[in-house]
């Protein structure tokens, strides 16, 4: 039988202090499984399954890894292996694809430092990626974020995949393991993600946080989430679309509004949880900016569309605020900015860049418990910004 080949590196997400997901793309249907353990020996196997089957799929596998010890560097690998249905009873398999073995390290709150890459707005810009793959590779953060905005739309699933999962669009991952094997990728959505007709396959690729609401159920989050790793909460929200739910446009299929109002409710809540309220520096990452700005659209008009979230600005600004959330990191806007807290907006607010190369932007976030400093550099790694955020004692 004709085998699958891989056609992205694997990518490490939804990361918490005892399991995380790995997500990669096959050229065919297929079915895999992740080994792991402390030491490359590895020695562990993880499956994903629904209801007794192991899943196959033709485009996307995802493999979650649960049962971690806390505060180890783990070693993981992927392996594939192609499948054919002759008959119900006659399954023919191909060779195992193994990925190279890599090492990660998991949120662990008590780690003396943080560090975070985030890039924004990419739009399947090949040529800014390949840049900014590199420059993460280089910086060696300990987690990297992409802030919305990925795409364009979403047309096919191999479109999808190419996008989220090999945004260098590489092909050989015996070199390369793009940004996110090494360390975990966090996702969170901008408006561009639920275009499309295949926008609603994002889920097979970027992997939805599940919690746990007892030992029983669990209910899946959608994009929203929270990590904890040294000194730094990382609060994620989902903006949604730029646009009121009741336009022509979505064709009565959009439902951003109770969504929005979903987050805040679980912001309430989650704000409260000692993993945040004993960090030191909470940073919230929203794709459409916050803060507001005179005479701008608010994306609750009949038309245009959003420059700031008013809707989400009503809805969550005052429970970030309340909790001591010292910087919010948007994008949306295509420009480079920060804006200090002001009597307009009383949470610093930083936008990053865009799509084009005199726009787009990386921003570098390190922390140790005295400072954060945040830093903003252009495709020449020339400094844009640089900031130090006070710690919440301090302030
Ligand atoms: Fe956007």
């Not at 295949?198 to 899946?220: D, F, G, N, Q």
């Not at 439902?255 to 949880?273: N, P």
């Not at 932007?361 to 495709?379: G, H």
Request: proline share 4%; aromatic share 10%; with cysteine.
């Amino acid at each position: 039988m004709e085998n699958v080949f891989l056609k992205s590196p694997p990518v490490v997400q939804n990361p918490t202090a005892n399991r995380f997901s790995v997500s990669w793309c096959v050229s065919g249907l297929a079915t895999g499984w992740v080994e792991w353990g402390y030491d490359e020996s590895l020695g562990n196997k993880a499956v994903s399954s629904h209801h007794g089957l192991i899943a196959t799929d033709e485009n996307f596998l995802s493999v979650p890894v649960v049962g971690i010890d806390e505060n180890c560097r783990v070693y993981y690998r992927t392996a594939t292996v192609a499948v054919k249905y002759h008959t119900a009873y006659e399954i023919e398999q191909g060779e195992v694809i193994y990925s190279n073995i890599y090492q990660i390290i998991l949120p662990n709150r008590s780690a003396d430092t943080f560090s975070m890459t985030v890039v924004n707005d990419t739009h399947e810009a090949t040529a800014i990626l390949k840049l900014f793959v590199k420059r993460v590779q280089e910086i060696k953060p300990d987690f990297h974020m992409w802030n919305g905005d990925a795409c364009h739309s979403f047309n096919s699933h191999d479109q999808l995949g190419q996008v989220v999962l090999n945004p260098s669009d590489e092909s050989d991952f015996s070199r390369s393991g793009g940004w996110a094997a090494e360390r975990p990728l966090l996702y969170t959505l901008g408006n561009h993600e639920r275009r499309g007709s295949h926008a609603r396959s994002l889920c097979k690729a970027i992997t939805p946080w599940t919690y746990e609401m007892s030992s029983l159920i669990k209910k899946v989050s959608q994009y929203y989430f929270v990590v904890r790793h040294g000194p730094v909460a990382l609060v994620c929200l989902d903006s949604g679309e730029d646009k009121p739910d009741n336009r022509e446009v979505f064709g009565n299929m959009a439902d951003y509004e109770a969504y929005r109002k979903e987050q805040r409710d679980w912001l309430a809540v989650i704000l409260k949880d000692p993993s945040v309220t004993s960090a030191k520096y909470i940073i919230a990452f929203v794709h459409i900016p916050l803060r507001p700005i005179d005479g701008a659209n608010d994306g609750c008009r009949n038309e245009g569309y959003a420059f700031y979230s008013g809707e989400c600005n009503k809805l969550w600004t005052k429970l970030l605020l309340e909790a001591g959330c010292q910087l919010i990191v948007s994008g949306h806007q295509h420009q480079v900015e920060y804006h200090p807290a002001d009597d307009n907006y009383p949470i610093n607010q930083l936008v990053g860049g865009g799509d084009k190369m005199e726009d787009a932007a990386l921003i570098y976030l390190e922390a140790t418990t005295k400072s954060l400093v945040l830093r903003v550099e252009d495709i020449n790694q020339k400094i844009l910004i640089q900031s130090e955020i006070r710690s919440k004692n301090s302030c």
